[in-house]
């Protein structure tokens, strides 16, 4: 079955650096546009950053020019840098993998916290 393992959330200070990975499997991961979508307390879960499989990227306004998401095909596995760290950018990011003809066929991982704070 598909499976989305994040890694590499925990606290970070304002200013820092995080690398979050997503590895993949069960899946055609060609297939797949790859995103990362984040949740903070209180508020409706975000589009972060997405990738396709031809390496085009998208990303929210707010962290663009601080985040880089990436893909690597021959590990399955999809990558968030993420620098400049700010408070606001607290939440719980998840990993999504979305085919790209078959709109019902998502995916999710579990999840990793991105705690920003002093």
């Known amino acids: 079955q598909v499976q989305l393992v994040e890694s590499g959330g925990g606290l970070v200070q304002p200013g820092g650096s995080l690398r979050l990975s997503c590895a993949a499997s069960?899946?055609?991961?060609?297939?797949?546009?790859m995103g990362w979508y984040r949740q903070a307390p209180g508020k409706q879960r975000e589009l972060v950053a997405s990738?396709?499989?031809?390496?085009?990227?998208n990303y929210l306004d707010s962290v663009k020019g601080r985040f880089t998401i990436a893909r690597d095909n021959a590990k399955n596995t999809v990558y968030l840098q993420m620098n400049i760290l700010k408070p606001e950018d607290t939440a719980v990011y998840y990993c999504?993998?979305?085919?790209?003809?078959?709109?019902?066929?998502?995916?999710w991982g579990q999840g990793t916290q991105v705690t920003v704070s002093s």
């Open positions: 999504n993998a979305k085919h790209i003809t078959l709109q019902f066929v998502d995916f």
């Open positions: 990738i396709t499989n031809g390496s085009s990227t």
């Open positions: 069960g899946m055609i991961f060609s297939l797949y546009t």
